[in-house]
T-cell receptor, first 115, second 115 residues
Framework: DTGVSQDPRHKITKRGQNVTFRCDPI?????LYWYRQTLGQGPEFLTY????????KSRLLSDRFSAERPKGSFSTLEIQRTEQGDSAMYLC?????????????FGPGTRLTVT | GNSVTQMEGPVTLSEEAFLTINCTYT??????LFWYVQYPGEGLQLLLK?????DKGSNKGFEATYRKETTSFHLEKGSVQVSDSAVYFC??????????????FGKGTLLTVNP
């Protein structure tokens, strides 16, 4: 068990550029979550996958955001035409079915800075 | 909707002092309650949880009791150490009928323990 990994750890981009983040969950975890955390705030839910199906999206996830989880393994989060307000830490978490299914394991996050 | 309110920080204590971080919640039904901890430069880690009224979660000397009558889940530790310095997040999840256990977080409380 190597834990949840995220790549890159840091991303600096110019306003208007597209960025893509990757999350690799713990191997047997079929549920995957994305959250966004801004300075001084707790993480806020963005979207949820069960296997490859995206089952819920937050209203925070504007049309510029898209997430995928092909084959139910890793997931990507893409932000198109980035804005300065997108600067935040993007967190990925995963959980497994069965007992303890409400326990989420978090990755280290990708810190996005939009200049 | 669901919400979590936790005491404002920062909290600064001397080693071996008693710690309390207050957390109250608003939710329909019976949420699960969590405390997550974020050490400097690291990702969120689950510290403890409770899934029903009067349950006590405990880990690493930390405790919190699920109090439905006061909708609270206060974090306590009898004797803090310098290594406990971190940001602590109170959170809840409630499965509204599907498999999505998305977390709703408080804003976090920064704890600094001085030797």
């Amino acid at each position: 068990d190597t834990g949840v990994s995220q790549d890159p750890r840091h991303k600096i981009t110019k306003r208007g550029q597209n960025v893509t983040f990757r999350c690799d969950p713990i191997s047997e975890h079929n549920r995957l979550y994305w959250y966004r955390q801004t300075l001084g705030q707790g993480p806020e839910f963005l979207t949820y996958f069960q296997n490859e199906a995206q089952l819920e999206k937050s209203r925070l996830l504007s049309d510029r955001f898209s997430a995928e989880r092909p084959k139910g393994s890793f997931s990507t989060l893409e932000i198109q035409r980035t804005e300065q307000g997108d600067s935040a830490m993007y967190l990925c978490a995963s959980s497994y079915p069965g007992q303890g299914q409400d326990e989420q394991y978090f990755g280290p996050g990708t810190r996005l800075t939009v200049t | 909707g669901n919400s979590v309110t936790q005491m404002e920080g920062p909290v600064t204590l001397s080693e071996e002092a008693f710690l309390t971080i207050n957390c109250t919640y608003t939710a329909t039904g019976y949420p699960s309650l969590f405390w997550y901890v974020q050490y400097p430069g690291e990702g969120l880690q689950l510290l403890l949880k409770a899934t029903k009224a009067d349950d006590k979660g405990s880990n690493k000397g930390f405790e919190a009791t699920y109090r439905k009558e006061t909708t609270s889940f206060h974090l306590e530790k009898g004797s803090v150490q310098v290594s406990d310095s971190a940001v602590y997040f109170c959170a809840l999840s409630r499965n509204s009928g599907g498999s999505n256990y998305k977390l709703t977080f408080g804003k976090g409380t920064l704890l600094t323990v001085n030797p």
